[in-house]
């Protein structure tokens, strides 16, 4: 009777063994021990323990009417990436990415170069219309966007996400439509959270309009936790003389001291003198890095606006310009500080800014996220429109009211669908859905052969 129950539960043991195996698991992206992700405390960026600051350059070939993902052609990226090492850059920033491609390719090059990557969420087609906000943002826009993480969360060299570029400007008007720039910041932090990606600061690239400048740094860090962003950084072209003075570059600094959170120039070099970059050196030293952890240089290539430094011909043909020699001899003059830089270890959220002729915006409520994108952050948003899309400004499913504050935090129920590698790679278990039992098969047949051991003596 005893054999006969031992041959019973050994069928019933390998029997449930066999019904529940393994899944096979994706290869995981190339990953390198020596360039660790980006994170933030206090008001500055690290590299593991020791401060980073961006060293950089924009990167949009072709300009915005070029529909070009230049990180989604190989060979287009091979050839930039040299040009890049010859620069020194630690980062670049891309405008336009196509979420429907694949990336492997030129962000395990970029990475292999030690340059980290920023990307704009946006495209000229899913992007939010600044005079007509409310329209814009529906659930058709959030799923590009959403999409966009999934393609970049899982590279460690993606070093943030912005929400938008230059949507507020110096129309006293397109101040209303901040709000919901905040609101897609909020979205992007929860959608990272909820989708178990380790934390991809977020952010917004402000123009610098000095009728509206601090407002709007002060709303995109005002409220609950859920609502404020993870930097701010704006475009600044004031440096036109060489001098820290006369650029007003210490006014800035005085005026963003105690803000809190990250700040960096997701634009700087002013044209209308010799390009010689000497603002690096003011960016790198004791004046600047306790409130501002760097900047990228508009930009690299020659575009109709003569802001470029390299003239990019058929193939792999490069032209350098002047200011490429000057540009690169001047990240070499201004090396990474050394230490923490003077950096502020706590961070604290700003007061929110009343209502005035500068600034429309008349209450601390954000826009609920739209009805149809909450299903995003349960099971994903699923394959991008990439550069080729419908667009999404005149799109339905709108929102439909006003958020409570603190909705925004993530809810932690990331779908095991297209999120397990990135929770497995952030140490986190949230959300995975089947569970390998194999470990405990082996436990119960240790157990059932110790008790029938037992049993049979």
């Known amino acids: 009777m005893k054999s006969i129950s031992l041959m019973s539960a050994l069928a019933s043991i390998a029997s449930l063994s066999a019904a529940t195996p393994t899944p096979t698991e994706r290869e995981q992206p190339h990953k390198r021990a020596d360039l660790p992700a980006i994170t933030v405390s206090g008001n500055a960026f690290w590299k593991g323990k020791e401060r980073f600051y961006i060293r950089g350059i924009d990167y949009q070939p072709g300009g915005s009417s070029g529909m070009t993902?230049?990180?989604?052609?190989?060979?287009?990226?091979k050839r930039d990436v040299a040009e890049f090492k010859k620069l020194g850059v630690n980062t670049i920033r891309v405008y336009m990415v196509d979420n429907s491609k694949k990336h492997d390719d030129c962000m395990n090059l970029l990475a292999d170069a030690g340059i980290y990557v920023v990307i704009d969420a946006n495209t000229p087609l899913y992007s939010l219309n600044r005079?007509?906000?409310?329209?814009?943002?529906?659930d058709k826009y959030l799923q590009?966007?959403?999409?966009t993480i999934d393609a970049f969360a899982k590279y460690d060299n993606t070093l943030a996400f912005f929400s938008g570029n230059e949507v507020i400007n110096d129309v006293v008007n397109s101040t209303l439509a901040a709000k919901y720039v905040k609101a897609t910041t909020r979205d992007m932090r929860q959608y990272i959270g909820n989708r178990g990606y380790r934390k991809i600061p977020v952010g917004y690239s402000a123009a610098d309009v000095s009728q509206?400048?601090?407002?709007?740094a002060s709303y995109m860090n005002c409220g609950t936790d859920d609502e404020r962003s993870d930097f701010f950084a704006f475009n600044d072209y004031s440096w036109c003389s060489s001098n820290f003075v006369d650029s007003g570059w210490d006014q800035k600094v005085k005026?963003?001291?105690?803000?809190?959170?990250?700040?960096?120039?997701s634009e700087y070099g002013c044209i209308t003198h010799t390009r010689d970059f000497a603002e690096i050196g003011a960016l790198m030293s004791d004046?600047?890095?306790?409130?501002?952890?760097g900047g990228l240089m508009y930009e690299y290539?020659?575009?109709?606006?003569?802001?470029?430094?390299?003239?990019?011909g058929p193939g792999s043909k490069v032209e350098e310009k002047p200011e490429f020699a000057n540009f690169?001899?001047?990240?070499?003059?201004?090396?990474?500080p050394t230490g923490d830089g003077g950096f502020t270890s706590t961070t604290k959220a700003a007061a929110c800014p009343t209502k005035d002729s500068n600034w429309l915006v008349d209450s601390t409520l954000l826009p609920a996220i739209p009805d149809g994108a909450k299903k995003f952050m349960k099971d994903g948003a699923g394959t991008g429109p990439g550069l080729n899309g419908e667009g999404s400004q005149q799109a339905q499913g709108t929102s439909t009211g006003d958020a409570e504050p603190g909705s925004g935090s993530p809810t932690n129920t990331a779908s095991p669908s297209g999120s397990v590698e990135s929770q497995k790679k952030s140490g986190s278990t949230r959300g995975i859905g089947s569970v390998d039992k194999a470990p405990f098969v082996v436990t119960g047949l240790v157990m059932f052969f110790t008790l029938t051991g037992t049993l049979l003596l």
């Not at 590009?144 to 999409?147: C, H, L, N, Q």
């Not at 290539?301 to 990019?312: D, F, H, P, R, S």
């Not at 690169?328 to 990474?336: E, H, I, L, R, W």
């Open 255 to 265: 005026m963003f001291t105690g803000y809190g959170i990250p700040i960096f120039l």
């Open 287 to 293: 004046k600047m890095t306790s409130v501002y952890s």
């Open 131 to 138: 005079y007509d906000p409310h329209q814009s943002y529906n």
């Open 212 to 216: 509206n400048r601090m407002q709007l």
């Open 69 to 77: 993902d230049p990180l989604a052609d190989l060979d287009m990226c």
């Open 144 to 147: 590009s966007v959403f999409a």
């Open 328 to 336: 690169a001899k001047a990240m070499s003059k201004y090396p990474v």
């Open 301 to 312: 290539a020659v575009e109709e606006n003569g802001y470029g430094i390299a003239k990019l």
